[in-house]
Every structure is written in structure tokens, then in C-alpha cells.
């Protein structure tokens, strides 16, 4: 776990080809929380290895703010894991704070991620555990061993759902990944959303939604990334500039929400301190111990998002 990043927001996930040093160039200043140098399935075949070096150049030489900085390495089942993590871990420096491990499937995996990141640690020069680890499940055999992935490792910072791979592996009639099917009467990823959700939240991680491949129909994302939101995830990906605006917005608290998060727990503080009471009515509705608690979620994310109380 990366002491720096884990409590991070991660509202907006901005993903960048590592082979494209232009758009590396661009991404510290795209105002996500988050951004990905992707070495997996935005690189071609045979840019792979070339791209580790112009990743580590990227992590070196620009200034990346405070965004949580991860490096998206490819799966244990390529010829390439082991070799991504040992080149770019090893010269990227402290300023990395995190790989993201796609496709998996066995607790195992994280298990050999993390084995191995010991080692390129400790030969470059890094504080062991300082390197974080994002881990996405995006197979069915990767969603049936969510539980055990998610405590796999106390690296473990975020779970993510990828839904292009996962309509792949589970043989769903669909051409675009992560966007509503009009056929299909419902959420089909409800039970994916859901399930992944728990096993994030059980180990104490933060939960992301992958990508929607309409990237240039912003209204189409703000009304399809409402639904994770509304369920409790803490962000999803962007693939564009544009996308980041939207989700930056849909997943921070309102100024009423936050404000309204903030009278309730004085509300509840007056009520058990100074009233003896452990529910009260608030306006309309009553409060108690649970009141407090969501609440409170409400102010630690508005507060990740700059938010401040308005003055009564
Ligand atoms: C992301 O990696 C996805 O497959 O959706
Ligand atoms: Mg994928």
C-alpha cells in the first residue's frame, strides 16, 4: 500500500496509451484525480516494450501534481508482467505510486505482483511497500474470486470492474463496452457492480467503474456513471479529456448534500450529548447512529473534493 495515494480521491481515472508520449505529455494537465500510463491493451503488440522506457520518462520528467499516479502493466498470462514491473518500477522512481494488474483471476496473482514488487524495491532503492497495487476484474473467473483477490495483498489500494473484458469473457452480444444494452430490461451489470462493491469495501478499498466507450456523448456517461455512484463507488475512468469534467462532478457530494451532511451531524451530536436521545427528528425525517455514519462518508468525500461548509 502506498501510504501516499490510498485515500486519494479517485473520482475521474484518466487512462493514457504508454506508447504516445504526446498524450503523456498532456496528462498532468488534465485536471483527473487519478491518471493510468497504460502498457496493456492501448499499446500495440509490438510497441510494448518500447513503451516501458517512454512511460519512466514520462513518470520522471513531468511534474504530476498530487494525482495518484499508476502504471497499468499486462497480465500474468502475456510474456510481459514480470519484465514491465522490473523495468518500470525499477528506474521510474519514488514519484510511482501505484501498477494496475488487469484480468484477474486468483488471488495468487496479486500475491506473485506483490512478491516480486518486494524485490525491484529493495534493488531500486524504494521503501518496501511503497509501490500500491490497483488490481481489475474483468473475467468471470476473476468476479468468482473477488473476495479472495480483494485480501490478497496489503498493497491493495482499489478494485476496478473492466466491462469490455468482461462482456468478452462471459460471451455477452455486445460490440461497445460499459454502456447500457436498450434490450435488456434492467442493469446487466447490477450483479457485478454489486458483488465487486462489497469485496471492495470488506477489505477496506476504494471501488472504480471502467470505461464508457461513447466518448463523445457526455450526457450518455453523466446518466450511466449515476448508477455506480448511487450504489457507492468512489470514481470511474475516462478515456478523454471531456470525460473527466463529467465525472469529476458526478461523483463529489452537492454543496446542499454536503451542507446537509454537516446539520445532521450536529443535529445528532445536540441530541445525544446534550438531550440524552439516540433518535431525533431532523425536519422531516428522523436520525440516529446510522444517520451519523453516512453522513459522515458524505463529508470525507466532499471534503476530497474541495468542498466547504456554507457559513449559516
Ligand atoms: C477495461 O480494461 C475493460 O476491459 O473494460
Ligand atoms: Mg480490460
Redesign the pocket.
Known sequence: MSPRSKDLPRRSCLSVPGSSEKMMGKAPGIPADMVFLDL??AVAPREKEASRAKVVEAIRGHEWGDKVLCVRVNDWSTKWTAFDIVEVVGNAGPRLDEIML??VESAAQVVAADMLLRQVEVRAGLPVGHIGMEV?I?TARGLINVEEICAASPRLETVIF?P???AASMEMPVLT?GVQIPSYPGDHFHYVFSKILMAGRANGLQVID??FLYVRDQDALRDYAARTRTLGYDGKWALHPDQVTVLNDVFSPTQEQFDKAWDIIDAYRDATEGEGKGAVMFGTEMIDEASRKMALKFISRGERAGRVRTPK
Request: negative net charge.
Open positions: 496493456e491493451d488487469p484480468k481489475q474483468e473492466g469490455a473484458d468482461f463496452g471502467g470505461p
